[in-house]
């Protein structure tokens, strides 16, 4: 789960990082009560959107061009330019020519910044490790710096102990050119944010940038979290934080229904039972000339509602012409995916071809139950023979 950069630093501070004063504005009432937080004469009005390059983005229907981050020198010009900002529409790199509705904005204190620093922890799940990245190019991304300056880029990966060790820190230090004199504020905050790090199980924390100040304080400018979802019942506080705005609609249901939906760019929809099989299924459409609509794993558990409510949530994207169920039946037997499969089917009245490949559990009552079902299913014999089936009714 993605959190905004207000919320992220709510997190942050509460484990001592050092951020500065603001104050998130969810509605339009809330661009006055700025001037009883905001105490510095130079301010910065940010997009909350979870989508990268804010700063060199574009309103469309605004009138505009000054980006999604906005430095200000007056509570006046702060409160005109988010009332231009607000609701409004921003387009970055990584939102597509589609955008993203910006329905939050993050005002926030200014400060004097002597040198900026690029910082993210992440899990690296090939070493089993903390990965911590750092670069002394704060403010650029990091896939430009590792594509032009690689030198530039210092990694140390710890084994996720209560504290980064010494001789990690000290990599660090030497190779951000961190002085003797700064090396104390800047070891308590990365060990801070560190902590962070792990009390809220996050995947990635990214300071970008991680900036020294004139006073030579060490603090977090900008934060993007993400949360392991598969931790979220251990943080029911974060867990309220979530956006549901700024996620896809489906997803956001399928979510609601225990089911595992990524919404693609295909035009064979999916529904498989286990995350492994559901990727091996898109791989064998493209190997057979297709593409598909999404990635969506019903579960080892499922009952004939959720099958029902997947292959609703498959049919909400209009490119789907074609359905792929694709069953290997273990804990989840063959014949109830059938009863399901037909059900829905009926309750739905699908109209694109189905293409059906069952095995394991009861295989064949499920198939003796599509057989009767008087729908007109294409059974499959197997993975190949489903995907050159599916890629074949597109035609």
Known sequence: MNLHEYQAKTLL????????NGMPILETDDINKIENI????????KSQIHAGGRGAGKFIDSGDDKGGVRVCFSLEEAKENALKMLGKTLVTKQTGPIGK?????????GCNIKKEFYLSMLVDRSTSTVSI???TEGGMEIEEVAEKEPEKIITVNVPGDSQIDQDSMSKLIEGLGITESQSNDFSDQIQKIYKSFLSMDASLVEVNPFVLTNENNF?????????????????????EMRDETEEDAAEVEASKHELNYIKLNGSIGCMVNGAGLAMGTMDIIKLHG????????????????????AFSIILQDTNVKVI????FGGIMKCDIIAEGVVAAAKELSIKVPLVVRLEGTNVELGKDILNKSGLAIISADNLEDAAQKAVGALS
């Open 101 to 109: 509705v910006v329905n939050r904005l993050y005002i926030e204190e």
């Open 219 to 239: 603090l977090a400018l900008d934060a993007k979290v993400s949360i392991d979802d598969n931790a979220l019942y251990k943080h029911k506080d974060i867990a």
């Open 290 to 309: 297709g593409s598909p609509a999404n990635f969506l794993d019903v579960g080892g558990g499922a009952t004939k509602e959720r099958v029902a409510k």
């Open 133 to 135: 990245i750092s670069s």
């Open 13 to 20: 501070k509460k484990n001592d990082v050092r951020v500065l």
């Open 324 to 327: 792929l169920v694709n069953i």
């Open 38 to 45: 905001i105490k510095t004469s130079v301010m910065v009005v």
